[in-house]
């Protein structure tokens, strides 16, 4: 049986540990350069070497030379050399290099030593680095690598006078081995360098991780649905901004979960009770306690305030769910404030000609950036709260204008107005001053949607001139667009 492991999965599969990454990151480039560093090193060792032993080269040449004869003249001088091997016995360091000479004319001539070694067809040095005529190189002799001296030595007797070529050749073992030796102890030094540095790597790890993985057990014991922010004191400065935005995030969480809980509780709260009378209604009709058409009335008008409650709580629900997405990312949506006012006022149109009102309405172009639903649910329920408790005949004057950089809606109505104890909890759900009414959920949404969107609302009664109370006066103040907002601070500067 298959199972499929998923997106997910395969990202937890090849996620890195912390440890894993930076031994990685810091040991690689170490390493690197530790490879880099060795063969640099034997390089240079091998380059002291030589400079070392190369005087060595040039004193057996030298010690050669002094064992050279001459008879004759230039051209015509003939060499003559007595040189026994044990003589360069004293110049070897150990058994394990091995030194072998020549000595021949300028132009080749063997005059003794070993014939098999290669003659020397190159030239002195413009600067040679000793003071004498001398030539180092490297060369192959019986099938090992071997590092060759030249010296051109004058060579003068009581019976003439003539030029000797002195090549001395010696292998290579010891230089190697002690190149070898310096590349293996400076290896080994460096190899226990980077078992520190890993050590160091595991153990600053080991201790960095420590408040990530007590705030991880912490979690995994927390009760379920605890959605409380996480404390970690002694976590690192660089996951600071990670617990911060964890916290933000349970945060929203909490809040979602908080207004899922109050959508259900209030809407089994609140429609409970139409579907109950709804009930007894049907149940009245169905024995003929009342007249059909009074029951019918009856029963249409309970399905409409069932209606609205649910319309308003879903209304607020939806209100919340724009606010988590303004708040998770920058809305770039723009409302036109004066458009969507007359809008809404013309759909209530047939509402505020039944009751004979006194209407106005003016407007100046205002552009809020918001949600247009939002602009027009709020607008929706302001007018249908001022119409509701207007009587007939009354005046309802609407106003939308700039001022000081915001947006403003004003509503009034020639109403009864609101008084100071109910003021206090208008704005809170299911709070109407008239039961039958309206279900108290209109202001609250208005209050949301308000907010939501960073302004405010407020109710104030109107009075006529005797102090008496003619009316109420909803007024709106929502943030302009800014560059709007600039214009008008222009305008007025």
């Given at each position: ?6 997106p997910a ?10 440890r ?26 091998l ?14 040449a ?10 004759g ?6 060499l003559?050399a ?13 058994n ?12 080749g ?13 190159g030239?002195?040095?413009p ?13 192959e ?10 010296l ?19 292998t290579?073992e ?7 030796q ?11 360098l ?19 993985r ?5 979690l ?8 409380s ?6 976590a ?5 901004p ?10 929203r ?13 209030d809407?089994?709260?609140q ?7 709804l009930?007894?209604q ?6 003929g ?10 029963i249409d008008?309970?399905?409409?305030r ?13 209100v919340?769910q ?7 990312q920058?809305s ?5 404030l004066?458009d969507?006012?007359r809008d809404?006022a013309l ?11 006194d ?6 172009p ?25 009587p ?12 000081d ?13 609101i008084?100071?104890e ?7 759900p ?20 308000v907010?939501?969107?960073?302004g ?9 001139i005797?102090?008496?109370?003619c009316?109420?006066?909803?007024l709106?103040?929502?943030p302009?667009?800014h ?6 601070d222009?305008?007025?500067?």
């Amino acid at each position: 049986m298959s199972t499929s492991t998923g997106p997910a999965s395969g990202r937890r599969r090849a996620a890195w540990s912390l440890r894993r990454l930076l031994l990685t990151g810091i040991l690689l480039p170490v390493l690197l350069l530790i490879a880099l560093n060795a063969w640099s090193l034997y390089q240079q060792t091998l380059s002291s070497l030589h400079t070392a032993y190369d005087r060595t080269l040039l004193a057996s040449a030298k010690s050669i030379s002094e064992q050279i004869g001459v008879e004759g003249y230039d051209e015509k001088a003939h060499l003559r050399a007595m040189v026994p091997y044990s003589a360069l016995e004293i110049f070897e360091a150990d058994n394990q290099s091995r030194m072998f000479y020549r000595v021949s004319t300028l132009d080749g001539a063997l005059v003794s030593g070993f014939s098999e070694l290669p003659v020397w067809h190159g030239k002195i040095p413009p600067r040679p680095p000793y003071a004498a005529l001398v030539d180092f190189y490297d060369d192959e002799f019986r099938g090992h690598p071997v590092r060759v001296a030249v010296l051109l030595q004058p060579v003068a007797s009581a019976n003439g006078r003539g030029m000797a070529v002195i090549q001395v050749a010696e292998t290579l073992e010891l230089r190697q081995s002690l190149a070898l030796q310096i590349l293996r102890d400076t290896l080994i030094r460096q190899a226990l360098l980077v078992l520190v540095v890993a050590l160091i790597v595991i153990i600053v790890v080991q201790r960095a991780t420590k408040p990530i993985r007590q705030l991880s057990e912490d979690l995994q014991e927390r009760a379920q649905g605890d959605l409380s922010p996480l404390d970690a004191p002694e976590a690192p400065r660089e996951i600071q901004p990670l617990l911060d935005a964890t916290n933000q995030t349970m945060l929203r969480l909490q809040r979602l979960l908080s207004n899922q809980k109050r959508f259900v509780r209030d809407a089994s709260h609140q429609l409970r009770t139409p579907l109950a009378v709804l009930k007894v209604q049907v149940q009245s009709a169905k024995r003929g306690d009342i007249p059909p058409a009074q029951a019918f009335a009856e029963i249409d008008d309970t399905v409409d305030r069932a209606t609205r409650v649910a319309n308003q709580m879903l209304a607020l629900a939806k209100v919340e769910q724009l606010r988590q997405e303004d708040s998770s990312q920058p809305s770039t949506m723009l409302a036109q404030l004066d458009d969507i006012v007359r809008d809404v006022a013309l759909e209530l149109s047939p509402l505020i000609a039944d009751l004979d009102m006194d209407f106005g309405i003016e407007t100046q172009p205002c552009h809020v950036p918001a949600h247009e639903w939002m602009v027009r649910e709020l607008t929706r329920n302001l007018l249908h709260n001022a119409l509701r408790h207007t009587p007939r005949g009354g005046r309802l004057q609407v106003d939308v204008r700039q001022q000081d950089g915001m947006a403003l809606l004003s509503i009034e109505d020639s109403g009864s107005g609101i008084d100071d104890e109910l003021a206090q909890r208008l704005f809170q759900p299911f709070s109407a001053g008239n039961a039958r009414s309206g279900s108290g959920l209109g202001l609250a949404i208005c209050q949301e949607i308000v907010q939501t969107l960073g302004g405010q609302i407020e109710l104030r009664n109107l009075h006529d001139i005797c102090g008496q109370v003619c009316g109420l006066r909803a007024l709106v103040k929502l943030p302009l667009q800014h560059a709007e907002a600039q214009s008008l601070d222009t305008q007025l500067s």
